[in-house]
């Protein structure tokens, strides 16, 4: 029988821990075939978060470094002034990145450091069971926001894209979903460029995801869905946020 | 071979670039920002790079993610600044990292002051961070030794795999002295081959510390375990002066070592029998030092803290002689002279001072 689908050489043919209807393996799956489009699973190093994906490491092709909380920017960074002419990429969580790792995440950009970031936002810490994030949604329920995230007592949800297309150093910042299979070829061709961007050593290249957390919202996948495109789309700028001339040129 | 004047700070910048460090991460603190400064001059002209970090936590991390290439790397800085390293080293001892780190001990708890300290101690031997871990310490106590030891801690870090600590204090990073600035010994060293890199003609490589099975969390700690056995039985340095002899010892290090050298030939010069034994090697700590502890019927630590190290030697002691502590905390040193007061107030002794 001829075998019409298959993983994409960038993954391994490990079986994910993801829960059902996370949306997790889908950027996974994008990641791994920019990876093997590219030709670059062999010259790529792979920063894993804390949460989540922690066992992310274990899923991609490439050779990989878990990091401590928040911290994958940083070790992406000693990875890159060691290695120059790797592709280095760290694939985080919105905690990670949107709160124990604010600091890093600024000024990697600023810095313009020439590595690639996913960032996959599910608005909860999902890892620790469901807990307020950055980028929690005003009102959304979760376990430490358990009357609806109150913006008055907290603030409003951190768009970190947005704050980072702000510097300099970031060439390209993209958001993105994968809540439909338009949306997700979109999400695809903005990894690509990401993955590019650093190809030619342009500069920093973040591609937010969002994501959904069927077992931490308590909906159905299909509902998750929906409740992605009522609720998070309207507060996180969507579309390429960020393209310098050079990176149009790709 | 001749010999330069310099900075203590400086010497351990000079080190680390003739001991092939590549890279340099780090964050201006006082007493210990020539290091950074020096290196940001002159590692570039050696091919290599300093990157300051937005803080001491992106620095550390920054040398996590250096050292998973096999590159030389080293981060320098002082009390509060090293407090924030602590997750990182936690993490390097765990992935079994090779990382250089310098401590120039200033004045604390909190901000504390500029002042030379040893109040670090604690955090450098024991594990600062969390977890339950073991770090090499050096401890030098002059110029050359800050030199030398900087270029010995590259090659310790590769053979072990782990972070090494130079614990210096504000005096010694401060002072300018005349330091040889002496080739690199050629170690043979094993091969890193445990890198990360890219993975194109071989298998895929992974380096972290993550296991949620708890079979195989014991293992890992069996395993890091069993490596520190290793070292503790292996690594342990002093310096023996005029100890052989010896009815009283002085336990010092670092700063404290070298006014205690002073306060044994003074002694000397009066009948009484003192020596000292000056650990170098503050993890593992020197327990052999104390295995023969022949004629001492004493002995007496001087730190510039409360009262740290003396817990080691107590341990290493287990209770055969008396044991006391002189102490000066804040930033001021005890002089040859007070040291005396105090040998001859714990010890019953006529000292002239």
């Known amino acids: 029988m001829q075998k019409v689908f298959g993983r994409p050489q960038g993954l391994t043919d490990l079986p994910f821990h993801y829960c059902p209807g996370c949306t997790h393996g889908i950027v996974h799956r994008l990641v791994g075939e920019v990876l093997e489009e590219l030709d670059i699973i062999g010259d790529t190093i792979g920063v894993a978060p804390v949460g989540c994906a922690g066992f992310s490491l274990d899923f991609f092709a490439c050779d990989f470094v878990g990091a401590a909380h928040g911290r994958a920017q940083a070790v992406a960074t000693g990875i890159k002034r060691a290695l120059p002419d790797k592709i280095v990429f760290t694939y985080q969580g919105d905690g990670d990145i949107a709160a124990i790792g604010t600091a890093h995440a600024i000024h990697v950009a600023a810095r313009g450091e020439k590595i690639t970031t996913i960032m996959v936002n599910n608005a909860v810490f999902g890892m620790t069971g469901g807990q307020m994030a950055p980028t929690t949604i005003g009102g959304q329920v979760t376990t430490t926001s358990p009357y609806g995230r109150d913006c008055a007592l907290v603030g409003a949800p951190i768009d970190l894209p947005k704050t980072v297309a702000t510097l300099n150093g970031a060439v390209y910042v993209a958001a993105c979903a994968v809540d439909t299979p338009k949306n997700i070829l979109q999400a695809k061709k903005c990894i690509k460029k990401a993955f590019q961007v650093q190809q030619r050593g342009l500069g920093y290249a973040l591609v937010s995801v969002l994501s959904t957390c069927p077992t931490n919202w308590g909906l159905s996948p299909v509902d998750c869905l929906k409740w992605l495109q009522e609720n998070m789309m309207p507060v996180y700028e969507m579309g390429e946020l960020k393209m310098t001339e050079e990176v149009k040129a790709l | ?353």
């Not at chain 2, 972290?208 to 503790?232: D, F, P």
């Not at chain 2, 107590?314 to 006391?324: G, I, N, S, W």
């Open chain 2, 1 to 353: 071979m001749s010999k330069e004047l310099m900075k203590g700070n400086e010497a351990i910048g000079e080190a680390a670039i003739r001991a092939g460090c590549k890279l340099f991460f780090g964050y201006p603190i006082t007493p210990s920002t020539e290091i950074v400064e020096y290196l940001a001059k002159y590692l570039p002209k050696a091919g290599g790079t300093v990157l300051q970090g937005e803080d001491e936590v992106a620095s550390i991390n920054m040398c996590y993610g250096a050292a998973t290439t096999g590159t030389r790397v080293m981060t320098a800085s002082s009390s509060p600044g090293f407090s924030l390293k602590q997750e990182g080293l936690s993490f390097l001892a765990a992935a079994e990292l090779p990382v250089v780190i310098v401590n120039v001990n200033r004045v604390g708890p909190g901000l504390g002051g500029l002042g030379p300290s040893q109040a670090d101690y604690f955090q450098c031997t024991k594990g600062g961070g969390h977890g339950g871990y073991r770090q090499i310490v050096l401890a030098p106590s002059k110029g050359q030794e800050l030199y030398d030891f900087t270029l010995e801690a590259f090659d310790l870090a590769d053979r072990y795999r782990t972070p090494v600590v130079i614990m210096a204090d504000g005096f010694l990073g401060q002072m300018m002295e005349p330091v040889e600035l002496k080739k690199p010994a050629q170690a043979e060293l094993p091969a890193k081959d445990w890198t990360v890199g890219g993975c194109r003609g071989r298998a895929k490589r992974k380096i972290a510390s993550y296991a949620l099975t708890n079979e195989v969390g014991e293992a890992n700690n069996l395993h890091w375990q069993a490596k520190w056995a290793r070292m503790q039985d292996t690594l342990q340095r002093w310096e023996s002066f005029h100890a052989e002899d010896a009815e009283y010892l002085i336990v010092g290090f670092g700063t404290c070592g070298r006014i205690a050298k002073s306060t044994v030939l003074a002694a000397r010069r009066q009948g009484l029998k003192v020596g000292l034994i000056r650990p170098i090697t503050l993890w593992p700590f020197p327990v052999k030092a104390f295995a023969d502890l022949g004629g001492v019927k004493g002995i007496l630590t001087v730190e510039l803290n409360f009262g740290q190290m003396v817990e080691d030697v107590k341990l290493a002691v287990e209770c055969r002689t008396p044991v006391f502590s002189h102490n000066r905390v804040g930033g001021m040193m005890p002089s040859e002279g007070e040291i005396l007061r105090k040998l001859g107030q714990v010890f019953g002794l006529a000292v002239e001072v």
